[in-house]
């Protein structure tokens, strides 16, 4: 049996999120690699692999969202929600400013940042050629 306790809303939990001048940043230590591990180590541990020639799987609807946004009024939580570290903000060429890079080859297809982004503005689809995670031993 199941219990509903609020009307599902597609996009309610993107639209928690508060503006980074309304909260404390959370410092985390740095893994040990003994009972804490950095994401790309995890990454490699799911077996995730993608077709090099294939579509991008992950887009924005707007590319000036992230940064004019998101970055701007959230502090780039891309950079933070994935658990697979897809979403990073590197500097522009230039020097001036950043840009969101999206590594796709890293997702594992939790769909957390269709979820999450606060903007809605990250496309997922589901990738061709059936690559994605191979959780073996499980």
């Not at 690699?33 to 020639?53: P, Y």
């Not at 929600?81 to 840009?99: H, I």
């Amino acid at each position: 049996m199941f219990i509903i306790l609020r009307p599902f809303s597609p996009g309610l939990d993107s639209n928690q999120l508060k503006p980074a001048k309304d909260c404390t940043p959370i410092e985390y230590p740095k893994p040990d690699g003994k009972i804490s591990f950095d994401l790309l180590s995890s990454v490699a541990l799911s077996g995730t692999n993608h077709e090099h020639n294939q579509p991008a799987h992950l887009t924005l609807r707007d590319d000036s969202v992230p940064v004019n946004k998101n970055l701007a009024l959230y502090d780039g939580p891309e950079q933070r929600f994935c658990p697979a570290g897809v979403y990073e903000f590197v500097p522009l060429e230039s020097g001036e400013g950043s840009r969101l890079q999206i590594n796709a080859q890293n997702c594992v297809h939790c769909k957390t940042c269709d979820i999450k982004d606060p903007s809605q503005n990250i496309n997922w689809v589901v990738p061709e050629g059936g690559g994605g995670p191979a959780y073996n031993g499980m």
